[in-house]
């Protein structure tokens, strides 16, 4: 019976492991951005059905990290590299407003198609629509909605514009919320956020580990 048990067990893990990597293939293949998305269609394409088996946004996340890091190598740094210096200008530009880097383009995960998404903090909602007006900025107006923590959620405004040849878009919240980031929608643990000199020590990092690899 315990062998059974630990049979079972061991066949999940695979298929989880699996799955994780055929939904991480068809991310940074296909362009796709949902990870519940992505893990459905890969347990379609393998066969795999049951619930047990499908693998956390975590476990994608990482198996995305890893195939990018084996499959498209120095393009894949490169590019990343290149959304965090436009990242960098854009925390600096923004300064006003408390911003904030998040998403893929800080966890390095970010591919071709990846906005750079910054987290803008305002209690004046009109505050962030001027500030692109007096700029010269076109941006288009959206919503996302937003957990900030276990029992709080609501819609908040985000504007998308391009520049630098990337899109970027923001997400404005209240400054209030700068104490504590949103909940991602990966882990649903508060989300990693890096400010303009977190960011500037990250290259920095990346840089001489570059230079020490070589």
């Known amino acids: ?7 079972a067990e061991t066949r999940t893990r695979e298929r989880r492991h699996r799955l ?11 362009g796709m951005r949902d990870y519940h998305q992505a893990k459905l269609k890969a347990a379609d394409r393998l066969g795999i059905h049951d619930d047990a088996s499908l693998p956390r946004n975590r476990e994608i996340e990482e198996a995305l990290r890893e195939y990018q890091r084996l499959f498209l190598g120095d393009a ?8 965090r210096e436009a990242a960098l200008r ?10 904030r880097l998040v998403g893929p383009v800080l966890e390095g995960t970010a591919d071709t198609h990846s906005p750079v998404h910054l987290h803008l903090y ?29 029992t ?10 391009s520049a ?16 504590q980031a949103p909940l991602s929608g990966i882990d649903e643990k508060p989300m990693r956020r890096a400010s303009a000199s977190q960011l500037r020590t990250l290259l920095a ?3 001489i580990a570059a230079y020490e690899a070589d």
């Not at 854009?90 to 911003?99: G, K, M």
């Not at 630098?164 to 104490?179: G, I, M, Q, Y």
């Open 1 to 7: 019976m315990h062998r059974a048990r630990q049979h």
């Open 20 to 30: 994780a990597h055929e939904a991480a293939r068809l991310m940074a293949e296909g």
């Open 76 to 83: 894949h740094a490169s590019g990343v590299r290149t959304r």
């Open 90 to 99: 854009a925390l600096e530009f923004f300064v006003r407003f408390d911003p």
């Open 122 to 150: 305002a209690d004046d909602p009109d505050a962030v629509p001027r500030f692109l007006e007096d700029a010269g900025i076109p941006a288009e107006a959206r919503s996302r909605h937003v957990r900030m923590d276990r």
């Open 152 to 161: 709080r959620e609501d819609d908040y405004p985000v504007w998308v514009f």
């Open 164 to 179: 630098e040849d990337l899109t970027f878009d923001l997400l404005v919240l209240p400054s209030a919320a700068l104490r």
């Open 205 to 207: 990092d990346e840089e």
